[in-house]
């Protein structure tokens, strides 16, 4: 079935260091790509997405791009700040989008001033 | 903005009891979802309804049944609770168009 992987964590960088949380996945089809991400005592809010290959979702300094030839969606970020500091999910679809979502295990990042 | 809410944020009960945790959304999405959150595990994918009376298994639908009466709104039922189901619990919905939006999770405790 699908499964999707990323690094677990904890991941802890200095403020202002690269980022960058790899996530792989298989799957049947052509998926959609998601990174959620989960503030301390919240739920899941939608970080960036991608739904063909080659592109680039971005937002927050946040990117990532659909690379269907090594079923990679790395997440990267130039420079982190300490309100980055949160669990980063990995997820695809598992069909039209009506099906749910398969999420990696996640990912905690931790900054540190 | 949508807007996705779960009746309880923390919950205690008993093994063996009967528990409920309800899911509203205000945006008229067609399809909810049921999730449980397990640190080393993530997400996984309980229960889903693409329609008002329809259900769909998930992943690990085992101990679980839903409900969905109403558009907006999306049951989860544990019939007997039992300790292995403690858990945080995540409700979300979409129209489809894959962006799933999320509720801010109930975290049950069975003991």
């Known amino acids: 079935g699908d499964s999707v992987t990323q690094m677990e964590g904890p991941v802890t960088l200095s403020e202002e260091a690269f980022l960058t949380i790899n996530c792989t996945y298989t799957a049947t089809g052509y998926p959609s790509l998601f990174w959620y991400v989960q503030y301390p005592g919240e739920g899941l809010q939608l970080l960036l997405k991608a739904t063909k290959a080659d592109d680039k979702g971005s937002n927050k300094g946040f990117e990532a791009t659909y690379r269907k030839e090594t079923t990679s969606f790395h997440l990267e970020k130039g420079s982190v700040q300490v309100s980055d500091s949160a669990v980063y999910f990995c997820?695809?679809?598992?069909?039209?989008?009506?099906?749910?979502?398969?999420f990696g295990k996640g990912t905690h990042l931790i900054i540190q001033p | 903005d949508v807007k996705v809410t779960q009746s309880s944020r923390y919950l205690v009960k008993r093994t063996g009891e009967k528990v409920f945790l309800e899911c509203v959304q205000d945006?008229?999405?067609?399809?909810m979802f049921w999730y449980r959150q397990d640190p080393g595990l993530g997400l996984r994918l309980i229960y889903f309804?693409?329609?008002?009376?329809?259900?769909e298994k998930g992943d690990i639908p085992e101990g679980y049944s839903v409900s969905r009466e109403k558009k907006e709104r999306f049951s989860l039922i544990l019939e007997s609770a039992s300790t292995n189901q403690t858990s945080m619990y995540l409700c979300a919905s979409t129209s489809g168009t894959y962006e799933q939006y999320f509720g801010p999770g109930t975290r049950l405790t069975v003991t």
């Open positions: 945006m008229d999405h067609e399809n």
């Open positions: 309804s693409y329609d008002v009376k329809m259900k």
């Open positions: 997820a695809i679809n598992k069909g039209g989008g009506a099906d749910g979502l398969t």
